[in-house]
């Protein structure tokens, strides 16, 4: 029962940080039009509150940007063992990815969400910290 409660809480996490994110994307960025989308990083992660994950999403022009203003966003609103789990500045879905029975977190990038989840769950397979077949997508972002 808790574990079916805190994969809840993962999930629900996911689709309101997703609505969050919208806000976070963009904050302390330079205002104007952006004239190569390419050129812009895109990054995501996760923060702890109250036992449950939230994912965050944020943009910026540079891979030190972006990952300072994920995490400065993520503290800011609370959360503890804030991290950037991955990012691209390629046309690339990025995914969080975290599994309630060994309490990992991933990161992944592919053409699609489902590729990206693929590459999460290989990538942690890789690093000895293997996601169970049960674990969620926190949050992603697709360009």
Same mark, same amino acid.
């Given at each position: 029962m808790a574990k079916y409660r805190l994969?809840?809480?993962i999930a629900a996490a996911g689709i309101v940080a997703a609505g969050?994110?919208?806000? *976070?994307?963009? !904050?302390?960025?330079?205002?104007?039009? *952006?004239d190569d989308p390419e050129d812009i990083y895109e990054a995501v992660g996760t923060g702890t509150f109250d036992n449950s994950l939230v994912g965050f999403r944020a943009t910026g022009d540079t891979l030190e940007e972006v990952s300072a203003a994920l995490l400065a966003e993520c503290q800011a609103d609370g959360g503890i063992?804030?991290? *950037?789990?991955?990012?691209?500045?390629?046309n690339l879905c990025i995914v969080s990815v !975290?599994?309630?029975?060994?309490?990992? *977190?991933?990161?992944?990038?592919?053409p699609t969400v489902e590729a990206a989840k693929a590459d999460a769950v290989a990538r942690a397979a890789a690093n000895g910290t293997p996601l169970d077949a049960s674990a969620a997508i926190v949050i992603s972002a697709c360009p």
């Amino acid at each position: 029962m808790a574990k079916y409660r805190l994969l809840s809480s993962i999930a629900a996490a996911g689709i309101v940080a997703a609505g969050i994110s919208t806000g *976070v994307a963009w !904050a302390g960025g330079p205002g104007g039009v *952006v004239d190569d989308p390419e050129d812009i990083y895109e990054a995501v992660g996760t923060g702890t509150f109250d036992n449950s994950l939230v994912g965050f999403r944020a943009t910026g022009d540079t891979l030190e940007e972006v990952s300072a203003a994920l995490l400065a966003e993520c503290q800011a609103d609370g959360g503890i063992d804030c991290t *950037v789990d991955e990012y691209s500045n390629d046309n690339l879905c990025i995914v969080s990815v !975290a599994d309630d029975i060994t309490d990992v *977190v991933a990161g992944g990038a592919g053409p699609t969400v489902e590729a990206a989840k693929a590459d999460a769950v290989a990538r942690a397979a890789a690093n000895g910290t293997p996601l169970d077949a049960s674990a969620a997508i926190v949050i992603s972002a697709c360009p």
